[in-house]
């Protein structure tokens, strides 16, 4: 029989579509600027679940809405253009709401999993839709990595993984997915190795300024 283990708190949803309805409401200044970022943002849409998330456990107001947490990251220069939001400034940004985190690279499915099982939160990078191998447009296959996404879960099955459970943002209705079940095969294919660990018990629980 197969089994779930996940984090023992919870990991609320955040994501990156923008739209009339909601682009004040998520702090943009305009609907032009929150289109804009809207397909640049799965990284800040992630770190911000991970803030919310162990900022709650200890009690602590959450971020009131993306474009706050991306004019941070910003301000921090965390975003590169043509390259996207680097992952030492996510854990950079992370520490400005008093989190804790670290970058890993050449890591296993199995590595992000045992986080899991420890308590602690990442943030991975995959494929898009978790497409990695399978064939584009041109019919080149899809490389590992270029989307960032939160795992909160895994799967066993007689003491072997089958999937993982995830948090799922994207900037298209269609692929928006706040719980997201991936086999095992699909996340092994589409992940890059590289991920960011965040310690919940390593919140400094204080505001910074």
Known sequence: M????????????R?????????????Y????EGLFWAERSCGIASVRMVIDAIRALHGLPVCPCQAEVL????ELEAYQKGVGWIHRGLVELAAEYGISGEC??????????????????????VSPHFSGGL????????????????????YTEEGELTGLLTRHPDCFPEYIQPEYSVSIQRFDASFSGNYLVFD??????HEKD
Do not use: M, W
């Open 2 to 13: 197969e089994q779930l283990h996940q984090l023992p708190f919870d990991v609320p949803f």
């Open 15 to 27: 994501n990156q579509y923008v739209c009339a309805e909601n682009y004040r409401a998520e702090g």
């Open 29 to 32: 200044h305009s609907l032009e």
């Open 71 to 74: 004019r941070r990251g910003l």
């Open 104 to 125: 890993r690279r050449g890591g296993t499915t199995k590595d992000v999993c045992d986080e899991i099982e420890h308590g602690n939160v990442c943030i991975v990078s």
């Open 135 to 154: 064939p584009r447009e041109d019919g080149t296959p899809t490389p590992r990595g270029g989307h960032l996404i939160v795992p909160y879960g895994f």
């Open 200 to 205: 919940p018990k390593g919140c400094v629980c």
